[in-house]
């Protein structure tokens, strides 16, 4: 009797701890919120962030920024929100300080949000793009159409195992530049993590849908980008690229095959690269292809 209580007292001792530390917060750095956003400098995140080629729903006739794209993946279809203005509907009715725990903590107004927004990237983020997003967001027109909401079977619908996700999985951080490397080189890597996130599709996951980050950019069988092709540097190589092919690519899609990129990164360049500065999409194929 006594060694089956000590048992069952070891076991919630471990049971405590694990909960301890599965269900502990995970934040990165503060931030600066006295920051005064810029809605122009915004609008260009707005489109190098990826904004606009997930939350938009061309099919649909919604409206721009107004959600309602899904996105399929093995633990169900996740269904991008509406980031309007919008009071009810969107985030009108976030404060920058719910904005910014969103962008780098992954923690919204109702509880964790799930990996599928790239939080992961975004937490790289400088506190005044932050704040220079926010203000763009606040500044778009307004769509009271909720986007639906996500389909996601049990246990995958529990929020709250997303917290022991990130304790294992997320990290949040802000960007720090390679020393001993260039500006340009610097600001491709910033982007390609960051907020371009070009790493999120063009790498493969585990089985917990968790970056496997030793193997970035070597291509993905399957994720919230679906398949994508390695784009490490001997990949765009023996693909015909070089810097200058490359950044024209991120422009306009023509491959040095003469193909044009469709699917999904047709949608990404069309919404996305494509409104990149050249000083970026260069700096972006610098990155990719450097040594």
């Known amino acids: 009797m006594r060694r089956g209580l000590v048992v069952l007292g070891v076991l919630a001792i471990v049971a405590i701890g694990a909960a301890v530390y599965f269900l502990k917060p995970v934040q990165g750095p503060a931030r600066d919120l006295t ?16 904004c606009i080629s997930c939350h ?14 899904g996105l399929q993946t093995q633990f169900g279809t996740f269904v991008a929100p509406n980031i309007t203005s919008d009071p009810q509907a969107g985030i009108g009715n976030w ?29 790289l983020m400088s506190d005044q793009e932050i704040a220079d997003l926010y203000a763009a967001l606040m500044a778009t027109e ?24 990130k304790n294992l999985f997320f990290a949040p951080q802000r960007f720090v530049p390679e020393e001993g490397r260039p500006e340009s080189f610097n600001r491709g890597k910033y982007l390609a993590y960051g907020p371009a996130h070009c790493v999120a599709c063009h790498s493969p996951r585990n089985a917990l849908g968790a970056l496997d980050w030793e193997r970035a950019f070597t291509g993905s069988d399957g ?12 990949a765009l190589l023996d693909k015909g690229y070089d810097a200058e092919t490359l950044a024209q690519t991120l ?22 690269t494509s409104l990149l500065t050249p000083e970026d999409r260069a700096a972006l194929a610098e990155y990719l292809l450097a040594e």
Request: overall charge negative; glycine content about 18%; proline content about 11%.
């Open 251 to 272: 422009l306009d899609g023509f491959t040095p095959g003469f193909d044009v990129l469709g699917g999904p990164m047709g949608e990404v360049i069309a919404d996305n």
């Open 35 to 50: 920051l005064v956003g810029d809605v122009e400098r915004g609008n260009y995140l707005i489109g190098s962030g990826g």
């Open 223 to 234: 994720g919230p980008g679906g398949r994508a092709p390695g784009i490490t540097r001997e």
């Open 95 to 123: 404060t920058l300080a719910q904005f910014s725990d969103a962008m780098s903590n992954g923690m919204g107004p109702e509880g964790h949000l799930y990996p599928v927004f790239p939080y992961e990237h975004y937490t």
């Open 142 to 165: 307004p769509v009271s159409q909720a986007a639906p909401p996500h389909q996601i079977p049990f246990p995958f619908n529990i929020r709250l195992a997303m917290a022991g996700w």
């Open 56 to 69: 938009t729903n061309p099919e649909a006739g919604t409206g721009r920024l107004a959600g309602g794209v």
